[in-house]
């Protein structure tokens, strides 16, 4: 398995290949911004945002058996989860309804149900992915308080490391604060305890998983008279390197978490933005996922391509989506479609079949 940091490269003649038009927003205040911390020091490590630090971390070994099962059947199977929204011992609440209050209070106990289930499955799940909000918020705004205390971060860390394969995830709302602490902080943060860039590629058996940030554009930026943390955009940079990444012509699936409601139809600082890029590689990218609305749906019947959401294990143990994917044909399948509850976080378990 090969992980791939992003890298500057020079602007490509890009043709816009149509758009998809927006829904409603009027949904997602729900799923809003973080709540601010209550302390007021706003210290920043010296580092940066680390993104061009290497982002190598350990890789799978195979043995000789696995690897001529591998020769023997091209397919493999994969897991998608979402808002998991980890909380520690300075957790303060309460939520904003009884529902979120009761359920913020369980997400430790549900991942965990969640991963021995996924490590009890036979065939053997290979990856995990999630969609973002592995958080949820931040208990200080001081850098110090994370390394010297066991934060919600480190309690995430030693959870996903408990799985039996390797877990990667993109950024939510609620692994930012955008409106608190500023988005380099986020991101020497999770460096720090994960080793992730803000956005990243992974190549494993033939595919291609991309996990993209829509925190970078000037939505949410500061100084930007557009600014609105709960709009994303992903900025020219990451779009060019999204367009790079796809022309290497391999089966995708790409991984963000605002639903494409949310999503800008235009980057206030270039030419492109996600749907053209996606539009322009539509035999490379093969699904879409996403989470933060907590709840299954099958959004992708205006997009022009498939996008998937995402239910929540903070609501719903078995809250967790599988697939087959097959190394020599680019095909896939959702496995438990039929078990999914459609505009609801609530899923039948899965028996492996």
């Known amino acids: ?3 791939h940091k992003p890298s500057t490269i020079s602007r490509r003649t ?8 927006l829904v409603g927003l009027s949904f997602l205040t729900a799923c809003g911004s973080d709540a601010d911390s209550d302390d007021d020091d706003d210290t920043l490590p010296a580092d940066g945002d680390g993104t061009d630090n290497d982002t190598d971390g350990d890789e799978p070994h195979a043995d000789g058996d696995e690897e001529q099962a591998e020769l023997e059947n091209p397919v493999f199977r994969i897991a998608v989860l979402a808002d998991t929204h980890i909380i520690d011992e300075f957790y303060e609440g309460p939520e904003g309804n009884t529902i979120d209050s009761e359920s ?3 997400t430790v106990e549900r991942l965990t149900a969640c991963r021995e289930h996924i490590n009890s499955l036979s065939p053997t799940i290979e990856m995990v992915h999630i969609c973002g909000d592995v958080i949820h918020n931040y208990p200080s705004k001081e850098y110090e308080f994370f390394q010297e205390n066991r934060t ?3 309690v995430c860390k030693e ?4 799985f039996n394969c390797p877990v990667n995830f993109a950024l939510g709302n609620h692994d930012y604060n955008i409106s608190g602490v500023p988005r380099e902080f986020t991101h020497q943060l999770f460096k720090e305890k994960f080793g992730i ?3 990243y590629s992974v190549d ?3 595919w291609k998983f991309i996990y993209l940030n829509h925190f970078l554009g000037t939505t949410c930026d500061h100084d ?3 600014y609105n943390e709960d709009r994303g955009s992903f900025g020219q940079e990451q779009l060019q390197w999204l367009d790079d990444e796809l022309s290497q012509g391999m089966p995708s699936i790409l991984f963000w978490h605002y639903p494409l409601a949310a999503i800008a139809e235009t980057e206030e600082d270039g030419p492109l933005d996600l749907r053209s890029v996606i539009l322009a590689h539509l035999d490379s990218v093969k699904l879409t996922l996403a989470g933060h609305m907590h709840m299954w749906w099958d959004a992708g019947s205006d997009e022009g391509f498939p996008h998937w959401l995402c239910s929540s294990t903070r609501y719903d143990e078995d809250a967790a989506m599988f697939l087959d994917l097959n190394s020599e044909t680019g095909e896939w399948s959702i496995l438990n479609e039929d078990d999914m509850t459609q505009f609801d976080f609530a899923t039948e378990p899965f028996d492996g079949e």
């Open 1 to 3: 398995m090969k992980r």
């Open 14 to 21: 890009f043709t816009k290949a149509g758009g998809a038009s």
């Open 104 to 106: 913020i209070m369980m």
């Open 152 to 154: 919600r971060w480190d």
């Open 159 to 162: 959870l996903l490391d408990g």
């Open 197 to 199: 860039d803000p956005y």
């Open 204 to 206: 494993y058996k033939g």
């Open 224 to 226: 930007s008279p557009i």
